[in-house]
């Protein structure tokens, strides 16, 4: 099966995909919330500084 053009990650004009640090992302809270299309997602850092996605 053949992965769809969506399904590619966007790469920037250098031909590098954005990279974001969890620091800068989080700004020293555990959870931040992201609005995709309507629906708020929760990326929260675990205990164990792992990350966890949910809708």
């Known amino acids: 099966m053949q992965a769809s053009p969506e399904d590619a990650p966007t790469r920037s004009a250098t031909g590098e995909i954005a990279r974001i640090k969890s620091e800068d992302l989080f700004r020293q809270q555990r959870e931040v919330e992201i609005d995709h299309q ?6 929260r850092l675990t205990q164990l500084n792992k990350l966890i996605l949910t809708a």
């Open 38 to 43: 309507g629906r708020i997602y929760r990326l």
